[in-house]
């Protein structure tokens, strides 16, 4: 079995950096929380074998940009949210549907904005190390 996985969430921040320098990708974007990635590995090693490909993705589906300025509002990130409607520099090209499933798909349950909010809530547990 094969699990095809969109972009994690966890990489948004690098991704909002890129964006800065080179521009955001536009087309549709659907990043997972790396926990849901996790449970669907999991479920897969346990379950009966089978042949074939399953993606998994966010339940949540947007235009790339929108995807990044949300999340750059959500972290209280301050930097220009107007988006600059060119490729980002690892990508040649990024057509509509390069980022997320064509098909059918099984989506997670941690949403961009609930994961944002644990991400914070993390931040603000963890003491400071200097």
């Known amino acids: 079995m094969v699990i095809r996985s969109t972009q994690f969430m966890e990489f948004l921040g690098n991704i909002a950096d890129e964006g800065q320098e080179d521009g955001v990708a536009t087309g549709l974007f659907q990043p997972i929380a790396a926990n849901d990635v996790a449970a669907f590995v999991a479920e897969a090693a346990?379950?009966?074998?089978?042949?074939?490909?399953?993606?998994?993705?966010?339940?949540?589906?947007?235009?790339?940009?929108?995807?990044?300025?949300?999340?750059?509002?959500?972290?209280?990130?301050?930097?220009?949210?107007?988006p600059i409607r060119r490729p980002i520099t690892s990508v040649e090209r990024v057509e509509r549907l390069s980022l997320v499933p064509t098909g059918e798909a099984q989506l997670g349950r941690i949403k961009l904005a609930d994961w944002v909010g644990r991400k914070l809530k993390t931040r603000a547990a963890t003491p400071c190390r200097e």
Not at 62 to 78: G, N, W
Request: charged share 30%.
């Open 46 to 82: 346990v379950a009966a074998p089978r042949n074939g490909t399953i993606e998994i993705a966010e339940p949540e589906r947007a235009p790339f940009d929108e995807t990044i300025i949300s999340y750059l509002r959500l972290m209280s990130d301050d930097r220009p949210s107007t």
